[in-house]
């Protein structure tokens, strides 16, 4: 068995130049204002309650012991998919019908597109960026239509087609325009030019989970839960219109300027009514099934959730290593130490979802999340409560909301780019619907 190394993400850039656009067509004026006017003060009885806002507000001088495995400070990259795989993920046809999931009725897919006229780069500006991602960037950017501002993916095509990701994007694309659920983000429309594929985002403010918690170095158990039980809702979604996610970890998990989890990067999603192959995911996150060449299914987004709640309790991941090659071995003899600072019920819960065994693995049984949703660990939760975003967040991202406030994210050395290229453009065959 070969793994292939990533390789592809794309390194800092050097140059400092920020490219402004500023020329007027299509408006973005006609996009819904994405501020909303819920109140997060009914608490009552539910988790999160219990923790102590002005602790995770100063997160650096949050808690505790040293981990006995030091975290690596550096994200954690996507594996690469197995070029020979690639050809087995066929596109799927998406499933489009509305299924109510119990008690979630504000949730549905979205069967049609919004008809709003393609966006087009001279509809922003450019701020700065937000976010390397495999393929290109993430830009924050200003409609010079509205003056709001949005999130801006651009992914090199060229990049995309050598890296074998044609259909992975395309999916990304098709299943972010499907979704639409409390936790995920919102999609306004996508454009391209010669070179590049565009996909303009609501913008997330208050930054990763992933700087949180690695500023918090670990998070007490409440806070863990209310993320944790935030994500189980958000997979339930997913799940239960076929989509699998295969890439969460807290590099995905943006929080919006309450506090509450809005999932990014459909990157690797795709709908899979029945099995598939393809090793995807980032490897510290990856179950032992796809790493083993096994058909799977909605497993693995559980194991990956094992993962993510392990890696918020203790602030490291529980296969870690330098080597990716050592990751997958660790995957597979998959031996967990559970540190005794973890108390039993949350140490049974990760058992069952950090097992090898699919028959025993919570989530892939015969009740699907509700299995999940009923463990004791989550007893507390009041689920149609934290669905309706009533219950208050464990931590407030210090923005000033709607102002373009990116203090949040890491600061990247911006470069030069090249969007807005015309000419030649042998690739576009392969992205008709961007
Ligand atoms: N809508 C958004 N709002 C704010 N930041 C975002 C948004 N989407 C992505 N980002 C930032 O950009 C990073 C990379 O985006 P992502 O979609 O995860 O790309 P990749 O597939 O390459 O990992 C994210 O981890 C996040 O920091
Ligand atoms: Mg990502």
Known sequence: MQFTQNSYKTPESLAQEKTQYAQTTEALSSAPDSEGSTSYTDSNDT?????????????????????????????????????????????????????????QSTAAVQTTSTSRSKYCLNDFSIVRTLGTGSFGRVHLVRSVHNNRYYAMKVLRKEQVVRMKQIAHTNDERRILKMVSFPFFIKM????????????????IEGGELFSLLRK?????????????????????????????????????????????????????????????????????????????????????????????????????????????????????????????????????????LITKNLSLRLGNLNKGAADVKEHPWFAEVVWEKLLNRSIETPYEPPIRPGMGDSSQFELYKEEPVDYGTTGDDPLACYFPDF
């Open 188 to 203: 306004w429309g996508t454009f391209q030019d010669s070179r590049n594929l565009f996909m303009v985002m609501e913008y």
């Open 216 to 352: 918090s170095r670990r998070f007490p158990s409440p806070v863990a839960k209310f993320y944790a039980s935030e994500v189980v809702l958000a997979l339930e979604y997913l799940h239960s219109h076929d989509i699998l996610y295969r890439d969460l970890k807290p590099e995905n998990i943006l929080l919006d300027k309450n506090g509450h989890i809005k999932i990014a990067d459909f990157g690797f999603s795709k709908v899979v009514p029945d099995v598939t192959w393809t090793l995807c995911g980032t490897p510290d996150y990856i179950a032992p099934e796809v790493v083993a060449s096994k058909p799977y299914n909605k497993s693995v987004d559980w194991w990956s959730l094992g993962v993510l709640i392990f890696e918020m309790l203790t602030g490291y991941t529980p296969f870690y290593s330098q080597s990716h090659m050592e990751t997958y071995e660790k995957i597979l003899r998959c031996e967990v130490q559970y540190p005794n600072y973890l108390s039993p019920t949350v140490i049974d819960l990760l058992q069952r």
């Open 47 to 103: 988790i999160g309650q219990t923790s102590n806002i002005t602790e995770y507000a100063q997160p650096e001088e949050a808690n505790v012991s040293q981990p006995k495995v030091e975290a690596s400070e550096t994200k954690n990259q996507p594996a690469a998919s197995y070029a020979a795989k690639t050809a087995v993920e066929a596109d799927s046809n998406v499933n489009t019908d509305s299924k109510n999931i119990a008690g």
